[in-house]
């Protein structure tokens, strides 16, 4: 299946470590990847139909620390849907004047709900539809951008209705929380002061962040699967979904 890896943070950080160490798995999951990075009230987003292990765009992300508060990638391994461009993850639409952007590990099967006004997918995966209905039951939902608190009790009644059709484990932002949803496999962790080594689990390379740090900052990381050999990943539960804000998580369900 597909990989995710999010980051959430109390000031900007760039996810070059990070990401580094996730395009490595690409080797597995070669059928194209996406970065969507939040900047105020504008949304950066990378996409590629090639492999990260393999694209000229992901060597740029490697290379240019771009600075953000919530940050979500994704490594497409395909179950429905061809290999193509619109196909890749994140997918980003506008609701209530903000960006919002969304990442799917997983397979839903029969899942064709009835979509109508301003959300329909481009392409033809199982991800963007689910993203799409998500999208149109909130603005049914709120009239205008509610609370975080409120938006995850709405998450948590809209959100059973999409895994019941098969594997849902996924990522979603509007720029000021960042959401995960556990279906079968998705862990975090929570760096912050007294900050320490961090040592990629897929690639020779460490980063002493004590060093790039203040004590003062806090940065989320959320991933299919640890990224790091030698810091404590938390895994997440089957039907666990967590809102991410500042750099920690605030809400369990």
Known sequence: MCQLLGMNCNTPTDIVFSFSGFATRACEHADGFGIAFFEGRGVRLFVDHQAASESPVADLIK???????HVIAHIRKATQGRVALENCHPFVRELWGSYWAFAHNGNL??????????FHPVGDTDSERAFCWLMQELAKSHASMPSVAELTATLKELVPQVARHGTFNFMLSQGEALWAHCSTKLHYLVRQHPFGMARLQDQDMAVNFAELATPADRVAVIATEPLTLNE?????????????????PVVAG
């Open 63 to 69: 290379r240019y620390p771009i600075q953000s508060r």
């Open 109 to 118: 099967v029969d899942f064709h709900p009835k979509l109508h006004a301003a």
């Open 232 to 248: 404590q990943w938390t895994a997440m539960s089957s039907g666990e979904l967590r809102a991410f804000v500042g750099g920690e």
